[in-house]
């Protein structure tokens, strides 16, 4: 007797599957790794498993929907790709929702309106389709505005737009954006000046921030008890305390552009120069082009009007007071997370065209099923890891005709929406070749001899993603305020405007520079 993986007709014995785990040193394999796929193959009836458990996560896949969408696209993934599809694809473009679970992604061969128009019209096909209400905002990091007409986002989820969702730009690459005017990010100077850009867009809500310093005071009531709110802030909380348990709300386009504007004067002066004497920018001439650039995306980087752009993951305790652990929903920065986390999911530098579409769609669908889960409140949405939908359907069914209550009560079977959506290769292939893809003969679909082995001590030699890549922690670091930049609201969400406060596009007099709302303040 021996510890054994069961299937449907056959059982493995554990030990051999663990032994397989080393498939991830490449696709390409040498002859002990070629004996030992050989068992998997003898022990795994492949041809009818596999497509079962490729259409079951396809489905999940195909039952994603959500309110706050973000698109982004990246490299690095696409360069694994090997065999018939090797060099036919140049970008990976996903969808992304509040969860941080995936919508849609495909493969193309470029990044354009023409080629991501399909995939647009089958997202918004699928959505009326299963009578989802229309997404309220959508995150790009570019392709959020122009001077006239509508942008090519606009173009592509045009029915969305008239009926009320918003495109913004990232608020984090917008600030990025300001470094194609600095000197070098090295200068001393230079984090300064991105935590005065980031305390100009984004405000920390003053009730929150009030209830993390009443918790951290109580570690030592009475020695912090005559400590000012200033100094707790500075010498006590941490920024991932800030970040995690303080809502954050926009300013406002006039706000915005009266610290941004104050923040670049200070620092074209004295103010600006490091300990040699060399100024932040590269010249007064070249902040203020790129300045004059940036202020039509004022209104781009704002929260709409009323919309909560967080919710309550879980309740935390610091120092026995109860407090709320927030999830942001603003911006691009979980989809990113996500392009980091993907070329994981294709074991090896090189993959054949149908293990790479088995991989992505396998992998995409257990990256949302946790996404699932952990939007659960406290992160507790699910019992047991357990992927397969039709599974724990049979298993709530049982569990309920033997014990009256299901083990997944969390559960939600994919929905049943008649959608032609093309994912993954599916679509390049149709694009490329204008023929369907399909997974049979994947046993026998491999890399050629000549392509590389990688041994366990030898590192991946990939090349940077050409597309902008940002670290999650770096991201959210970048969007941090340091205390002489922290601005207080009372407001819980971004409030309406009279429309002359929110045109980026007239000109600003002195007098409107030094204009500051009112219940507002630094700490």
Known sequence: MFPAILTRRRGVDRNIVRLLRDRTEGNTMVKGTLFRLHLLQESFPLHGSCDN???????????????????DSTKKVVKKLSGEGAGSAEWFTSIGNEHSQIVSFVLTCE???????????????RFRLANQPV???LYVDCGCCRAQGRTAVETLFQPWVDNGMVVRLDIFHWIHRFDAAIRTESHSKYATFKSALAG????????DLELLIKAVRAKDLPALKCVSDEHVVRRYISREQLKHHVRRVTLGVQETFRLVHLAIEELKGPAGLDENGVSLFKTPEAIDEMWAAQQRHLECIQDPPDMNMYRVARSTTINNVDVPYYKCLRGNNSLEGFHKTLPNMIPGPHCAARPYQVYLISGIARWNSDRTSDAVFGGRGRRHRIYSAPLIDRLNTRCRQLFGESVEENF???ADVPSNELLGLEYLFSQSTGESFSLQDIVNDGPSPEEEVVHPEQPDTGEADEAYHSDMEAHDDALDADLPHITLTSDETSTVHAPAFEDAWSPWSKNDVVIKRSGQHSL
């Open 53 to 71: 458990n490729v259409q079951d996560y396809r489905s999940q896949i195909l039952s994603t929907f959500g309110t706050v969408l973000k698109m």
């Open 135 to 137: 997404p309220k905002i």
């Open 200 to 207: 100009a867009v984004l405000a920390y809500n003053r009730t």
């Open 111 to 125: 990044e354009s309106a023409e080629k991501l128009q399909p995939m647009c019209h089958g997202v918004m096909n």
């Open 412 to 414: 939600q079977a994919p």
